[in-house]
């Protein structure tokens, strides 16, 4: 079964599959592209497939919704930005 995710932009609720591989080779074109433009590259890319008739261009999402949708379309892809504090292996010595 394949991952989707719902996101939410102006107020309306969107349902959308994880990223395939055509879309993620857009997705690393995008990322070389300016940053200010990510965000919205993201969720083109991730909505063209699951609702291609949805004009992004008309819609006026919050920013919060952006970076909501953005960070769950990258989570549902398995990419995620690396923990700032990751867990660390603790080796305990046993004396026998």
């Given at each position: 079964m394949a991952?989707?995710?719902t996101i939410t932009l102006d107020g309306q609720d969107f349902?959308?599959?994880a990223l395939n591989i055509?879309?993620?080779?857009s997705l690393t074109a995008a990322f070389e592209g300016p940053?200010?433009?990510?965000p919205f590259s993201?969720?083109?890319i991730a909505m063209a497939r699951s609702?291609?008739?949805t004009d992004l261009a008309n819609m006026t999402p919050t920013m919060d919704e952006v970076s909501a949708a953005v960070h769950a379309i990258l989570e549902t892809a398995?990419?995620?930005?690396?923990d700032a504090n990751p867990p660390h292996l603790t080796v305990v010595a046993k004396n026998d």
């Open positions: 991952k989707v995710v349902v959308v599959p055509g879309q993620l080779e940053k200010s433009a990510i993201v969720l083109r609702t291609p008739q398995g990419l995620q930005k690396a």
